[in-house]
């Protein structure tokens, strides 16, 4: 098991090599995914051939950052004290418009997420890697 890396309180991604290009993008405050060349299909953790039919060519798209709440869960008690600071917050998973399920945290009272409501991401730098967020929108 490997040990996390903090800054500022932070826990900074564990960076497989897949996922560069998905770390480097949100540096730039853009969200990234990737789509098989063969059949379509998003494909979501980054990986290195296609999950659904696997294909060896995936391309990286930028994501709209657009989607809605497919499901969510809210800590009441943060497992570390920068976490405690922000205590309650809610995480959970967006159904993002391009297909594919993104794990996040949600910019809202935890009341307030519901499943179903539409969300858009928001960018904010913990550490020194800039993370995807996403806030509660209109319709
Ligand atoms: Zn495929």
Redesign the pocket.
């Known amino acids: 098991m490997s040990s996390v890396k903090y800054e500022d309180g932070w826990p900074q991604p564990h960076r497989i090599m897949d996922a560069e290009p998905y770390w480097a993008a949100l540096q730039e405050d853009r969200l990234t995914y990737q789509r ?1 060349d ?2 379509t ?1 998003a494909v979501w953790p980054p990986h290195g051939f ?1 999950p ?2 696997s ?1 060896r060519s995936l391309t990286w798209h930028t994501s709209k950052g657009k989607g809605k709440v497919y499901s969510h869960s809210t800590v009441v008690r943060g497992p570390t004290a920068t976490w405690q600071k922000i205590s309650p917050y809610t995480v959970g998973f967006v159904e993002m418009d391009e297909g594919y399920y993104l794990f996040t945290q949600f910019l809202a009272k935890p009341d307030d997420v519901v499943i179903g409501k539409r969300v858009e991401v928001r960018y904010e730098k913990r550490g020194t890697q800039t993370q995807p967020l996403f806030a509660l929108v209109d319709q």
Do not use: I, L, S, W
Request: hydrophobic share 0%.
């Open positions: 098989c063969t059949c299909q296609c659904h039919c294909g």
